[in-house]
């Protein structure tokens, strides 16, 4: 038996004892050691519900394989990886151009089958990534949303000298300020409306912090050449700000979740025009080969040193106070970052 973190109704998160899962020949069983809350596990907790009633929570972890399907050759017993949440159809007209992230009809652990918010999970063999002992199992865990900070700075065409400015920090946008910095960028201006969000980003390397709150980032930046501009927050008054102040050829990347309508001032829709701004929507983290360069990339860089993620970790727990922490959540007792939940003992 094992303990797994089940969501029925909207709020409704329990801890149950369920039997360990069995694997089939092409799927391994990993004993799961951390495994993080994603900002689209929020809405799911709490608002929208589950894909169906029951479902394990949980897609960004790192754990330790303990059992190989018959077809699962190429993994071990012992092996430290993480996962890539999507399981593409590789049929449709998207999956045959390698877009996964655009699939006609995918499965994802942790919304459409069961998660990783347990002690252990079974996986789909061409989703294991291997992670090697200088990248720590927290670490493992947030190479998900560091490859959609990645994908995202990919879609505005990050280049070698450009000036980046990251809105909404995050755990994307703390992986996009220093992902940007190792591509190349001369300048990574971090913006938030929490102080305490943009000292963290500092110690990450952001060359400026704006509080977008207290001070008016048009003016701020009015004589900074922006080349791109990263949203994470989702927010409508930021992605209007984001489009605000990109310079000519800008681009503007609108990552974070948004479910509200976008209003652009008049002088913001003339600068678009004027400046040739292009404005992207970034979805994800894949590309070919499965699950993509996003992720390859990201464990690379975490294997050499050159990202930091502990400072990306705000909260810590268990996994029986899983259902605790998002009750803090929905009451609006946690200034939290990155959540890291941890199933065994
Ligand atoms: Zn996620
Ligand atoms: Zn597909």
């Not at 929020?42 to 754990?63: C, D, Q, S, W």
């Not at 151009?97 to 652990?109: A, I, P, T």
């Not at 946008?173 to 971090?190: C, D």
């Not at 609108?254 to 479910?259: D, K, M, P």
Request: glycine letters at 10%.
């Amino acid at each position: 038996m094992m303990k797994a973190v089940k969501l029925y109704e909207p709020g409704n998160l329990q801890v149950e004892d369920i039997g360990i899962p069995t694997i089939s020949p092409d799927e391994v069983l990993i004993e799961v050691k951390a495994v993080g809350v994603c900002g689209s596990d929020i809405p799911r907790a709490l608002v929208k519900g589950a894909y169906y009633k029951g479902l394990t929570l949980g897609h960004e972890f790192a754990g330790q394989i303990v059992e190989c399907g018959s077809d699962a050759t190429e993994w071990a017993v012992g092996d430290r990886v993480t996962i890539a949440p999507l399981v593409p159809c590789k049929k449709c007209q998207y999956c045959e151009q390698g877009k996964y992230g655009l699939c006609e009809s995918y499965n994802y652990y942790g919304s459409r089958t069961d998660g990783a918010m347990a002690n252990y999970i079974k996986v789909g063999k061409e989703n294991i990534l291997k992670i090697d002992d200088t990248i720590s199992y927290d670490a493992g865990a947030m190479i998900d949303p560091a490859a959609n900070a990645i994908h995202g700075l990919w879609r505005g065409d990050l280049k070698k000298g450009d000036v980046a400015v990251v809105i909404g920090l995050g755990a994307i946008g703390l992986f996009a300020i220093q992902f940007a910095r190792e591509m190349g960028a001369k300048e990574v201006i971090a913006v938030d409306i929490f102080d305490e969000k943009l000292q963290v980003a500092k110690k990450l390397g952001a060359d400026r912090v704006i509080n977008s709150m207290t001070e008016n980032l048009g003016e701020v930046l009015a004589g900074t050449d922006v080349s791109v501009v990263l949203d994470t927050s989702g927010s409508a008054i930021a992605q209007e700000q984001a489009v605000s102040i990109a310079g000519k050829m800008g681009r503007v990347v609108f990552l974070g979740i948004s479910n509200q309508p976008l209003t652009l001032s008049a002088k913001t829709v003339d600068r678009l025009l004027r400046y040739e701004i292009g404005v992207h929507g970034s979805w994800n983290s894949f590309s070919d080969p499965f699950p993509g360069k996003e992720w390859t990339y990201a464990i690379e860089c975490m294997a050499q040193g050159k990202i930091k993620t502990q400072e990306i970790i705000s909260h810590r727990f268990s996994l029986e106070e899983t259902p605790q922490a998002f009750e803090k959540i929905k009451n609006k007792e946690l200034l939290f970052n990155k959540i890291m939940i941890y199933p065994g003992d």
